[in-house]
């Protein structure tokens, strides 16, 4: 058998020096291996024995006593020891048994021998002698989880799972919301008996309000190392998730539900059981998906009741859950299943008017309305006379949007639709007049055609004609003297203009109802007589 002596730190091997060693305890054979340094401590490590000295397998191991000093005369048996039990009574062949000698003194080297001792007390001779340098003690190293490693949580109240090891012993751990590590003799430190291996669960609560939740966790041993930071995250919800719609169709013996709308902003929807079904007899639905009978609960947005009583009213109720486990308060329907329906529903259209005719200049326009039917209305959809069709959005109140209009009268249908097939219709005509672009066109036709007149009258009469695509609704004219209104429209006239010496530059002008307007000009030269002004 032979001892090992390597220098480590941290536990990494990194060269060897072999030495002759024997040890036993009747036949029991132990190696010894003692690495130079771990921090704070004095790392061992031997071999266990498997047999006792007569070659018989060893099954009533107990456990080894460390012996350790200053100087190579260590009192080796003693009354002076640590003691390390053995993991197991009949050690497997080739198993390695650590320990770690905590307390020591930095920089200062150590003598160990190590005997094992059976469960009657029998304590084997002292192994040969090891040493090893004693270094600073590193920091304890550890973890944090929250909830178990859940992602989400619905109450502030969760359980933190603090785990950590140290070569000597962690003896104090500190949780917080802030990062800032804290120092050792930092005031809210939770003390614990000291421990190579520590594991606990602790309450704590996370600060209020919606949102992602970190928590960060230290750790220290009894020489006042801090760890590293140990950091979880949680996404703390406490909102339940937004209602939907519930749609409840009644038929014969049986109602057809389905529900949409259901939105989380939080953790989001639940990935199983999202939707809660609910229901009691009568017109009142459930308070909450708590009361009432459970019809069904899953991903889905469907489902038919059936085997129920015509003539019988069912009301329903219809709840999402979220991740972090909260509930909505629901979204309900009520329905009366019927026997065979024979009765059409009613439809009537209320917006942009519920004449029956109506006109607009604008090349699109909305619908809406309303339909009730005596079981259930289950569509509401559209048609045009001129081209184009759809489905509303909504029954018993619905809405067409941007229902595209052609030139002229457009002949809007609406029709709604029940379980049974019965529909029933509403018409709207719509005219549709395209905005007027197209300017009046006008002509002088007296006392010319032509662009100039010359005159030696002192006031003149004009006649003319306009025209427009859509309809010419004055003619007005104009020169630098003054102006006013024809008489006339398409075929107009002016009386009596007055004229001063010289040119006058007469404007006509033909004006529509969207305002467009198209001119004409004559310049008239007015040369008075001989001894006129």
Not at 214 to 219: I, K, R, S
Not at 334 to 342: E, L, N
Not at 500 to 516: H, P, Q
Request: hydrophobic share 35%.
């Amino acid at each position: 058998m032979c001892l090992r002596i390597y220098s480590a730190v941290r536990r990494t091997f990194s060269r060897w020096w072999l030495l002759g060693f024997a040890v036993a305890l009747g036949g029991l054979l132990l190696l010894l291996v003692v690495p130079a340094v771990h921090a704070g401590t004095l790392g061992l490590a031997w071999n266990a024995p498997t047999t006792n000295a007569n070659g018989s397998a060893l099954t009533d191991l107990s456990g080894y006593r460390v012996y350790t000093g200053t100087s190579s005369s260590v009192a080796c048996p003693g009354s002076s020891y640590q003691p390390v039990p053995s993991p197991t009574s009949d050690p497997a062949t080739g198993a390695i048994i650590s320990y770690s000698v905590p307390g020591l003194t930095t920089g200062t080297t150590y003598f160990v021998q190590v005997t094992a001792v059976d469960t009657s007390g029998n304590e084997s001779a002292c192994s040969n002698q090891a040493t090893g340098v004693a270094k600073a003690d590193g920091p304890p190293t550890g973890s944090l989880t929250i909830n178990g490693g859940a992602a989400y949580s619905a109450w502030t109240a969760v359980t933190l799972t603090l785990t950590a090891t140290d070569t000597v012993g962690v003896t104090g751990y500190y949780v917080s919301s802030s990062a800032t590590p804290p120092a050792a003799t930092a005031t809210g430190w939770v003390a614990v008996t000291s421990t190579t291996s520590f594991t606990s669960n602790v309450a704590y609560s996370l600060p209020s309000g919606d949102g992602t939740k970190p928590v960060y966790a230290w750790y220290k041993d009894a020489a006042g190392n801090v760890s590293a930071t140990a950091s979880a995250s949680i996404l703390l919800d406490q909102t339940p998730p937004s209602n939907g719609t519930l749609t409840a169709t009644a038929g014969n013996g049986q109602v057809a539900l389905s529900w949409s709308g259901f939105t989380d902003g939080g953790s989001g929807l639940a990935t199983t059981n999202t939707y809660k079904l609910m229901f009691t007899p009568g017109t009142t639905p459930p308070a909450a998906c708590t009361t009432g009978t459970q019809i069904y609960q899953g991903t889905g947005t469907t489902y038919t009741h059936t085997g129920l009583t015509n003539g019988t009213s069912y009301a329903y109720l219809v709840c999402a859950t979220d991740k972090a486990g909260n509930i909505s308060t629901g979204a309900s329907a009520m329905a009366t299943p019927q026997g065979t329906d024979t009765i059409p529903p009613t439809v009537s259209i209320t917006a942009p008017t519920s004449a029956a005719t109506y006109s607009t200049s604008s090349s699109s326009m909305n619908l809406g309305g309303t339909a009730a039917d005596n079981v259930g209305v289950t569509s509401v959809t559209w048609t045009n006379s001129q081209g184009g069709s759809g489905t509303a959005s909504g029954t018993t109140s619905w809405t067409v949007s941007g229902l595209a209009l052609q030139s002229g009268a457009n002949v809007l249908t609406v029709t709604a639709k029940d379980a049974a097939g019965n529909t029933g219709i509403a018409t709207l005509t719509v005219t549709y007049i395209p905005p007027d672009t197209t300017p009046p066109t006008i002509r002088i036709a007296l006392p010319t055609t032509s662009a100039t007149y010359t005159t030696r009258s002192s006031s003149l009469r004009l006649a003319g004609t306009a025209s427009d695509n859509v309809g010419v609704t004055q003619v007005t004219w104009s020169n630098g003297i003054g102006g006013g209104t024809a008489n006339g429209t398409t075929s107009w006239t002016v009386n009596g203009i007055a004229l001063k010496k010289g040119s006058n530059v007469l404007t006509v002008t033909a004006w529509d109802a969207a305002g467009n307007t198209g001119t004409a000009t004559l310049t008239v030269n007015y040369k008075p007589l001989s001894g006129h002004k």
